[in-house]
């Protein structure tokens, strides 16, 4: 069966500091990978999404990126946090050729 | 692109009532419907979805229905329990497009806090 893994878990971070989040899946191959933000514990907002390997598309402008370096791997990074990054990061990923998403355990990010 | 409007944004009902949760969204091209539960400081789960192929689907307690005439789609749960308050995100998405990279892009409502007591 497939996993999907998140860390860490929680996060404390100074404004101006840099930030690298991480997602593994298990258990399948050529996933389309996300990474959601929800903010006040409600609305997902879609930040970026990839379909393979090094392939990575934004949906919004911000000071965050995103890289995919393995096929089930998808890191999300900063290179100087904001008081307004922080929320619960969700990465999500779903089988190629299917239409259910499925969301990891996610990152609960505090900037201070 | 995909607009999804949820309402209400809170519902309080007694334990065994029925509870009623709505989205419309804006693109007619949205051929996937799924709704997510989400329990504080938890992930969202998959709870149901459907497809525009069909009107209705149905999971015990659960149950969704579409209208894509008026581009509506609802959730339905009976017999509401106390384990059954969270968060409830409707979602709505695109089939795939030239080049693929519309297929997944859910676009969700804002959430809807139900709170069911005992």
């Known amino acids: 069966s497939q996993t999907i893994h998140q860390w860490p878990a929680t996060l404390v971070q100074p404004v101006g500091s840099p930030l690298s989040l991480e997602c593994t899946v298990e258990?399948?191959?050529?996933?389309?990978l996300y990474w959601y933000r929800q903010a006040a514990g409600r609305g997902l907002q879609l930040l970026f999404y990839?379909?393979?390997?090094?392939?990575i598309s934004s949906e919004v402008p911000q000071n965050l990126s995103a890289s995919r370096p393995q096929d089930r791997q998808f890191i999300l990074s900063s290179k100087k946090l904001l008081l307004s990054d922080s929320g619960f990061y969700l990465c999500?990923?779903?089988?190629?050729?299917?239409?259910?998403?499925?969301f990891g355990p996610g990152t609960r990010l505090t900037v201070t | 692109g995909e607009n999804v409007e949820q309402h209400p944004s809170t519902l309080s009902v007694q334990e065994g009532d029925s509870a009623v949760i709505k989205c419309t969204y804006s693109?007619?091209?949205?051929?996937?419907f799924p709704w997510y539960k989400q329990e504080l400081g938890k992930r969202p789960q998959l709870i149901i979805d459907i497809r525009s192929n069909v009107g209705e689907k149905k999971d015990q307690r659960i149950a969704v229905t579409l209208n894509k005439t008026a581009k509506h789609f609802s959730l339905h749960i009976t017999e509401t329990q106390p384990e059954d308050s969270a968060v409830y995100f409707c979602a709505a998405s695109r089939p795939r497009g030239a080049g693929g990279t519309s297929y997944g892009k859910l676009t969700f409502g804002q959430g809807t806090i139900l709170t069911v007591h005992p």
């Open positions: 258990g399948t191959s050529n996933p389309n």
């Open positions: 999500a990923w779903r089988r190629m050729g299917a239409v259910a998403l499925f």
């Open positions: 990839s379909v393979g390997i090094g392939q």
């Open positions: 693109d007619s091209a949205s051929n996937y």
